[in-house]
């Protein structure tokens, strides 16, 4: 079956640009989540979604980061006025609840210039 | 707070000999724990998963992981390590919904595992 997709692939922008990645969730997943991987190092969690609920904002590193998602579906991370620093590979994942094990996408590696 | 630990930045084993990724854990509450491995250029993928019953967990590719309360570690391990096995593995952690953890998982820094020809 068709795993977590995210595009684009691949996105270059220069510093001050908006960007906006796109995650598509395993379909019957409740729970996305948004990571962000710098070169060398762990994953940084950023936000979590579970349903109707309320999302768990706690890990977005700025007010210029934020995110949707439309039901149990897309989501959506939108990066406003890319910063240097914010090169990296942002990475989604889907899982059928919160407790269980997370389904990761190829991730978006976006370098700001 | 939950935290990850993978002392190990490196860890390099010889094709046919066993392997070892060590990882230990904090967490509040009875923890659940995961292995994950990223190839090059690639998304992580689940390996295996531990959140109760036998402390010997067997996942994906032959590899396996042991939860020990006592030490806070879920180290995981294979009998007998493949060149193809070289990659970058992740462990995970998050603690129970009723002690209060958060939902989100809490990984370690990574371990590049190279297994020599």
């Known amino acids: 079956g068709a795993g977590v997709s995210q595009s684009p692939s691949n996105k270059v922008t220069e510093k001050g640009k908006d960007v906006e990645l796109r995650c598509d969730p395993i379909?019957?997943?409740?729970?996305l989540y948004w990571y962000r991987q710098r070169l060398g190092q762990g994953l940084e969690f950023l936000i979590y979604?579970?349903?109707?609920?309320?999302?768990?904002k706690s890990g977005l590193p700025s007010d210029r980061f934020s995110a949707e998602r439309t039901g149990e579906s897309v989501s959506t991370l939108t990066i406003q006025r890319t910063q240097q620093e914010d090169s990296a590979v942002y990475l989604c994942?889907?899982?059928?609840?919160?407790?269980?094990?997370?389904?990761f996408g190829p991730g978006t590696r976006l370098t700001v210039t | 707070a939950q935290s990850v630990a993978q002392p190990e930045d490196q860890v390099n084993v010889a094709e046919g000999n066993p392997l070892t990724v060590k990882c230990t854990y904090s967490?509040?509450?009875?923890?659940?724990l995961f292995w994950y491995v990223q190839y090059p250029n690639r998304g992580l993928q689940f390996l295996l998963k531990y959140i109760t019953g036998d402390n010997l967990v067997k996942g994906s590719y032959g590899f396996e992981a042991e939860f020990n309360k006592s030490q806070t570690s879920f180290h995981l391990k294979k009998p007998s390590a493949l060149v193809s096995d070289s990659a970058l593995y992740f462990c995970?952690?998050?603690?129970?919904?009723?002690?209060?953890?958060?939902?989100?998982?809490?990984f370690g820094s990574g371990t590049q595992l190279t297994v020599l020809p």
């Open positions: 995970a952690v998050r603690g129970s919904i009723s002690s209060g953890s958060a939902r989100q998982l809490t």
């Open positions: 994942a889907s899982s059928f609840y919160s407790g269980n094990e997370q389904y």
């Open positions: 979604f579970q349903g109707n609920s309320a999302p768990d």
């Open positions: 379909s019957g997943h409740t729970a």
């Open positions: 967490v509040s509450g009875n923890p659940y």
